[in-house]
């Protein structure tokens, strides 16, 4: 079984719905909108865009001349591009052109292995203006321990979902079992995700991204952080 592939990627958009982080994922998506107002880019990429939610709300509250989204799914680009947004099955690293702010929402950064990482960062710096920002969020390792860990069911009419997952060493394995009615028969359908914890050292020591600040953020009210709200600037020549 392929870990974080197109297929598995795929699986969790059929899910996503079921899995009860809406109100997460609003409360995250608002401290996107203020970071975006108060950096006013004209041009914006956001990385792992999902459905295009994020990006739709960016388009009917802003005047961005510039919003693109990418996605590793095709299931999730389709998505996106039928609320009307340009969206591109790529990854970032191929992709043409320059951007004010690059996004990352709802921890996109921890797909990333740590050996992935570093390169990851340089890719976002390359498709940088001069002065552009980097704006993305990670999970904290509570955010692992507390939060994410554990088994969970879910359904509807038609999906039944099963998602168990654990956290050691500093990585986090969630695997997803669907079944899904197909004319009155249930197809299964089974995926791994995995996750990394990256400490905040490590953004704090690339050398074509400055670290400008980070935020701690509790969006599941549990009396601690689960997420790290973090900015980096394109670092000058």
């Known amino acids: 079984m392929e870990i974080n592939s197109p297929k598995s990627l795929d699986l969790y958009a059929k899910v996503e719905d079921l899995l009860g982080i ?21 041009s914006l990429l956001d990385v792992g865009c999902g459905s295009g939610a994020f990006l739709e709300q960016l388009k ?17 680009v389709e998505r996106t591009q039928y609320r009307g947004i340009d969206a591109h099955c790529i990854d970032l690293c191929k992709l043409e052109g320059r951007f004010d702010l690059v996004t990352a929402v709802f921890d996109m950064v921890n797909y990333l292995s740590p050996k992935n990482l570093d390169n990851f960062l340089s ?6 203006n001069e002065d552009g920002f980097f704006v993305f969020d990670i999970n904290t390792l509570f955010g692992f321990e507390q939060v994410a860990v554990g088994a969970f069911i879910a ?20 695997q997803i079992t669907l079944f899904e009615d197909t004319n009155g028969l249930y197809r299964k359908s089974q995926q ?8 905040i050292h490590l953004f704090k020591q690339h050398k074509r991204l400055k670290f400008v600040r980070k935020e701690s953020l509790s969006l599941y009210d549990l ?14 020549h």
């Open 192 to 199: 791994e995700i995995r996750q990394y914890f990256h400490p």
């Open 155 to 174: 359904e509807d009419t038609k999906r039944f979902v099963a998602v168990e997952s654990d956290f050691e060493s500093n990585e986090y394995s969630m």
């Open 123 to 128: 890719c976002v710096a390359d498709h940088l």
């Open 223 to 236: 009396g601690k952080a689960d997420k790290e709200f973090i900015v980096m600037q394109k670092a000058s």
């Open 22 to 42: 809406e109100e997460a994922v609003i409360a995250l998506y608002t401290r996107y909108q203020n970071e975006v107002k108060l950096i006013q880019p004209h």
């Open 60 to 76: 009917n509250t802003n005047s961005l001349e510039i919003l693109q989204g990418i996605d590793l799914s095709p299931v999730m």
